[in-house]
């Protein structure tokens, strides 16, 4: 599938900065609860929160509710879903910054 000049920008742009990169390259793999995410790359809930705003503005995230926590895992019907993984699929598993926010995952506190 193609994505118009507009889509793409958007698309790009929305990736452009590095977490949300990251947690997007995450969410290929499981659901995150917001806890898990501030504990991962140790940043404030304020924060994380943002970012994940910027993504599910996108259409890039799932927001799923389950009383007061929040979970989000990749939209898999987005438009721009079929770019998104060729882009996600091109950052090296072995990434340093990568592996370091992996090896900080916790157990959801919200469970």
């Known amino acids: 599938m193609t994505i118009d000049v507009a889509a793409m920008?958007?698309?790009?742009?929305?990736?452009?900065?590095?977490?949300?990169?990251?947690?997007?390259?995450?969410?290929?793999?499981?659901?995150?609860?917001?806890?898990?995410?501030?504990?991962?790359?140790?940043?404030?809930?304020?924060?994380?929160?943002?970012?994940?705003?910027?993504?599910?503005?996108?259409?890039?995230?799932?927001?799923?509710?389950?009383?007061q926590w929040r979970y989000y895992s990749i939209n898999g019907s987005c438009p721009e879903f079929d770019t998104l993984q060729l882009i996600l699929h091109q950052i090296d598993q072995e990434d340093e910054l990568l592996n370091h926010i992996k090896q900080k995952k916790t157990q959801a506190c919200c469970q």
């Open 9 to 67: 920008t958007r698309c790009l742009k929305t990736l452009s900065d590095q977490t949300r990169l990251i947690m997007m390259r995450l969410f290929l793999e499981q659901e995150y609860c917001v806890c898990q995410l501030v504990d991962m790359f140790e940043m404030s809930q304020p924060a994380i929160s943002q970012h994940l705003r910027k993504l599910k503005n996108a259409g890039f995230v799932n927001e799923d509710r389950r009383g």
